[in-house]
């Protein structure tokens, strides 16, 4: 599972949006895609309301006419050092916290499940008996790759949020200096919200995918001790006009299984829709 937080990558892809009617998918996944994504979009909804509670209904800066709010008689540096602290225990209770809610971890084990069944397909048809998939996914090794991925999920979202939280801390800076009228400042800080929705997307988008990987190449681990597997395997992309440069180089790429277990590039980017193929297994 890579780990690697890539913020300078344009999403190649991100124009094939998951709610786009008819888009290919051949890891069956997008549904499990949409949710996730749709749940972390929500919840930076549910910050940025917060953000506006507290800087327009509030008038928390005393920027509006009437009475001053909290900070409004701080200087800009402790201004700046109040809403820093309000804005980290915002992101963690309205964004950070829920990502660890049981069912973030059950699209995953959605994922993992629909890796599962297409990998036994593939070794049904070579003459394999694989493991029943409810037996798969309790053991161990399995569910320890779910609470990583669920993890590293968390782990990049904070990473956007700590983004956002410089950019709303920038913002509110100007705007106690006057840089920034009252209106405009919830109207930027609304458009960074944007700006991190679509990145949370991008990453739910990723995760998914990634954990459907992960959990396909394994797969092939698990067959009887007397089968043993003649692998072809062959880097898939989705076959349409939306693929990348960059997944198209890839699957003109010679694959083994070792290299593709070790390597595994996928999500090679926010969106991707590619996945490993095994095409021969051959029995003892």
């Known amino acids: 599972m890579s780990s690697t937080h890539d913020h300078t990558h344009q999403l190649t892809a991100a124009e094939y949006a998951l709610d786009e009617p008819g888009r290919v998918d051949p890891t069956s996944t997008t549904s499990i895609q949409r949710s996730l994504a749709r749940f972390l979009r929500g919840r930076i909804g549910h910050l940025n309301a917060d953000v506006r509670k507290l800087l327009v209904e509030e008038d928390a800066l005393g920027l509006g006419d009437g009475v001053g709010g909290r900070w409004a008689d701080l200087s800009a540096a402790e201004t700046a050092r109040r809403f820093n602290d309000w804005i980290q225990r915002a992101i963690q209770t309205e964004v950070l916290d ?14 993992s499940r ?50 956002y939280a410089t950019d709303t801390r920038s913002l509110v800076t100007a705007a106690v200096g006057g840089a920034v009228a009252k209106s405009q400042l919830m109207s930027d800080i609304s458009e960074r919200a944007q700006v991190y929705k679509s990145q949370v997307t991008s990453t739910a988008s990723g995760r998914v995918v ?47 299984l070792a290299r593709a277990q070790q390597e595994d590039p996928i999500p090679v980017h926010g969106h991707c829709r590619c996945q490993f193929v095994v095409t021969d297994v051959q029995q003892l």
């Open 114 to 163: 629909q890796a599962l069944r297409t990998a036994n397909g593939e070794l049904r048809g070579f003459d394999a008996d694989p493991e029943p998939v409810d037996d798969v996914i309790q053991q161990d090794a399995v569910q320890e790759q779910i609470d990583l991925q669920q993890e590293d999920t968390r782990q990049r979202v904070e990473s956007w949020m700590d983004d």
């Open 98 to 111: 829920p990502i660890e809610a049981r069912k973030v971890r059950d699209w995953f084990e959605r994922a």
């Open 210 to 256: 990634n954990q459907y990987s992960t959990t396909k190449l394994t797969a092939y681990d698990r067959v009887r001790g007397d089968v043993e597997l003649d692998v072809d395997v062959s880097y898939e992309d989705a076959g349409d006009d939306k693929v990348c440069e960059r997944c198209l180089a890839l699957s003109g790429q010679s694959w083994t």
